[in-house]
């Protein structure tokens, strides 16, 4: 284990409060017959889909030893990984994003889960978008909790109501409706503005105002003549137009206490991945009664998605072994992708099943990423690690970042995110 972890250090400084609060971490180690499984699932919808994980293991008598690290989109979560890996202590398991997976892979550092997978068939229940990510040189590398999507607009339904808000179809129409509930005192768009939240939001926006084919070019092929165009313009043309609907607090804020601002009644709208649905289901309320759920405006014809990945570490011990490999065969099991997304706001990641179980919005988002799939438009979130690699993702968050924190004008903010992919890239 010695030899692969040396193999897997990774250059580069990482925050001083990590480090530290990474070897405190490294003093506790893993128990005789537990898991321990570094995530960032810490929010309250988030926590209890990861407790069906844990009744799962508890049920086949593995113990489980939690390794939270409070951070959406698992920015703060990947840092004290590194930490952990460079420090010769690895998790037994850890929740990544699609490209994080594979950086994992190439590094050596992942146990095959081919058996588990052959078992369970999984070459032919999970969609090629997600295998693309999950199997590494033909082999299988982590595990598939769900599909999230990040097109998605999240609504409360009495405020709508009240202000004779009809659900948008256009972005004309979207940006009207968060005027009409700024004009009767509302917050208009509940926002946090945290890097990877500016990101997601910022990629809604570009696939609502270029369509699927020039998302694709742009945060996915990385063309340049995409990146720094006219769309691209319009796109951070749109995207202020759309801050103005965010209230003066939203710094800083955390993405569920912006869903919150949706549930209490404080604000009309927010745009987020599916993860924000656990929110709301987590508080007792019910999809398209108490909230509303619906593609943001303009990009009802694609999907950009993201799906948490298990990883296991590899391992010199035969028990550690053999419970990743329970664990494996848990994630991928039919009645767990139920339960899993059920709680999570997510829709299953195996194409197989079937959506008797899944609530409105998810029976929707289902056949929406089914059909995506087939027609090429489900396609891989910036913001959440699906459609370039960390450094490139990373470069976006700052110049996404810097144009929503000051006064860019769009044209220079087209300009930089050119510029500093094609620094990231090289
Ligand atoms: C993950 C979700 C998580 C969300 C907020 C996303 O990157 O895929 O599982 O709920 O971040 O932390």
């Known amino acids: 284990m010695t030899t692969t972890f040396n193999k897997c250090l990774m250059a580069g400084a990482l925050p001083l409060a990590i480090l530290l609060s990474s070897s405190a971490f490294a003093q506790e180690s893993k128990g005789q017959g537990e898991v321990e499984v570094l995530n960032w699932w810490t929010s309250g919808g988030e926590a209890k889909a990861l407790g069906a994980l844990?009744?799962?293991l508890a049920d086949d008598g593995i113990g489980w030893q939690n390794m939270p690290v409070a951070g959406g989109a698992g920015t703060n979560a990947m840092a004290v990984l590194r930490s952990?890996?460079?420090?010769?202590?690895?998790?037994?398991?850890?929740?990544?994003?699609?490209?994080d997976a594979q950086d994992w892979a190439d590094r050596d550092a992942l146990s095959s889960l081919d058996d588990v997978a052959k078992a369970g068939n999984w070459d032919k229940v999970f969609p090629q978008p997600i295998q693309r990510f999950a199997k590494s040189?033909?082999?299988w590398i982590a595990a598939p909790f769900e599909i999230h999507s990040t097109n998605w607009v999240w609504a409360n339904t009495?405020?709508?109501?009240?202000?004779?808000?009809?659900?948008?179809?256009?972005?004309?129409?979207?940006?009207?409706?968060?005027?009409?509930?700024?004009?009767?005192?509302?917050?208009g768009l509940a926002y946090g503005g945290q890097p990877w939240q500016d990101a997601t939001v910022f990629e809604n926006v570009v696939l609502a105002t270029g369509g699927a084919d020039f998302y694709r070019q742009a945060m996915i092929d990385l063309d340049p003549k995409a990146l720094d165009s006219d769309t691209m313009i319009k796109s951070f043309d749109r995207f202020r137009e759309l801050l103005q609907y965010k209230d003066d607090n939203s710094p800083g804020r955390d993405w569920?206490?912006?869903?919150?601002?949706?549930?209490?009644?404080d604000a009309l709208y927010q745009i987020m991945g599916d993860w924000a649905k656990g929110e709301f289901l987590n508080a007792g309320l019910t999809p398209e009664q108490d909230f509303m759920c619906f593609r943001t405006p303009g990009t009802q014809d694609a999907v950009t998605f993201n799906?948490?990945?298990?990883i296991m570490f590899k391992n010199d011990d035969d028990q550690q072994q053999s419970m990743q490999r329970t664990m494996a065969e848990i994630i991928g099991s039919p009645e767990f992708q139920i339960t899993f997304s059920q709680l999570k706001g997510s829709v299953p990641a195996r194409t197989d099943l079937s959506s008797d179980g899944l609530d409105a919005c998810a029976k929707r988002g289902y056949e929406q990423a089914k059909t995506a799939a087939e027609s090429n438009t489900l396609m891989g979130s910036m913001a959440h690690g699906y459609a370039a690699p960390a450094g490139v993702?990373?470069?976006?968050?700052?110049?996404?970042?810097?144009?929503?924190?000051?006064?860019?004008?769009?044209?220079?903010?087209?300009?930089?995110?050119?510029m500093a992919v094609q620094g990231a890239r090289s």
Do not use: C
Request: glycine share 8%; aromatic share 6%.
């Open 54 to 56: 844990k009744d799962k």
């Open 84 to 99: 952990r890996i460079t420090s010769n202590n690895p998790p037994t398991a850890a929740q990544v994003l699609g490209y």
């Open 137 to 139: 040189g033909g082999h």
């Open 158 to 187: 009495s405020m709508m109501d009240e202000l004779g808000i009809e659900q948008p179809n256009t972005w004309e129409e979207f940006i009207a409706s968060m005027k009409k509930a700024q004009d009767a005192g509302h917050t």
């Open 256 to 265: 569920n206490l912006a869903t919150a601002m949706v549930i209490k009644g």
């Open 307 to 310: 799906s948490d990945l298990m």
């Open 393 to 418: 993702k990373n470069a976006v968050f700052d110049i996404v970042s810097s144009f929503v924190n000051g006064n860019m004008p769009s044209d220079v903010a087209a300009e930089q995110l050119a």
